[in-house]
T-cell receptor, first 112, second 115 residues
Framework: AQSVTQPDIHITVSEGASLELRCNYSYGATPYLFWYVQSPGQGLQLLLKYFSGDTLVQGIKGFEAEFKRSQSSFNLRKPSVHWSDAAEYFCAVGNTGNQFYFGTGTSLTVIP | EPEVTQTPSHQVTQMGQEVILRCVPISNHLYFYWYRQILGQKVEFLVSFYNNEISEKSEIFDDQFSVERPDGSNFTLKIRSTKLEDSAMYFC?????????????FGQGTRLTVV
């Protein structure tokens, strides 16, 4: 069965510091992987996605993620965090029918 | 930029009452979805809808739930007799295509509180 694990419930980083949010998945076939961000009062916004090809994926807002099949991971990174990045981040696995399996989310706090 | 809009943003209802959550998908999209997130838990798939019928549904989507596209623009989720455990954030999504070729766009969610 498909599942996604985000082991970090809450992360706090200083503005300007680097960020890595962890995501591990379980999926029987080649996964379609996504990172979404949710700011307070906002919907889920797609940051980036991986379907195939280059395992390092670039997204919006300076985010990137790397697909590592051997580790079943799809960690999200950003070299320098901005205060506006404070939000809830969700990793998801998609199937061929657009059914998404989400992780529980990681809440990011950015301190000045 | 096109977006999925959901109304209301917050709904409070008494247990046993019927609620209808409304969504306006992106206009040229053909596939529609409802997801929910109980506080502190994962975002869970409820149902997908295409060509005026349900194409997939999860075990959560029991007889208490129904979906409808009453006109060319709205997509609704109805809960017939709400229970306390229906309290959650409900997300609507839409996509132009189905599967890996397509990105699903999500609305801002409706927070349903059942008291």
């Amino acid at each position: 069965a498909q599942s996604v694990t985000q082991p970090d419930i809450h992360i706090t980083v200083s503005e300007g510091a680097s960020l890595e949010l962890r995501c591990n998945y379980s999926y029987g076939a080649t996964p379609y992987l996504f990172w979404y961000v949710q700011s307070p009062g906002q919907g889920l916004q797609l940051l980036l996605k991986y379907f195939s090809g280059d395992t390092l994926v670039q997204g919006i807002k300076g985010f990137e993620a790397e697909f590592k099949r051997s580790q079943s991971s799809f960690n999200l990174r950003k070299p320098s965090v901005h205060w506006s990045d404070a939000a809830e981040y969700f990793c998801a696995v998609g199937n061929t029918g657009n059914q998404f399996y989400f992780g529980t989310g990681t809440s990011l706090t950015v301190i000045p | 930029e096109p977006e999925v809009t959901q109304t209301p943003s917050h709904q409070v209802t008494q247990m046993g009452q019927e609620v209808i959550l409304r969504c306006v998908p992106i206009s040229n999209h053909l596939y529609f979805y409802w997801y929910r997130q109980i506080l502190g838990q994962k975002v869970e798939f409820l149902v997908s809808f295409y060509n005026n019928e349900i194409s997939e549904k999860s075990e959560i989507f029991d007889d208490q739930f129904s979906v409808e596209r009453p006109d060319g623009s709205n997509f609704t989720l109805k809960i017939r007799s709400t229970k306390l455990e229906d309290s959650a954030m409900y997300f609507c999504a839409s996509s132009e295509l189905r599967g890996r070729a397509s990105e699903a766009f999500f609305g801002q969610g409706t927070r349903l509180t059942v008291v």
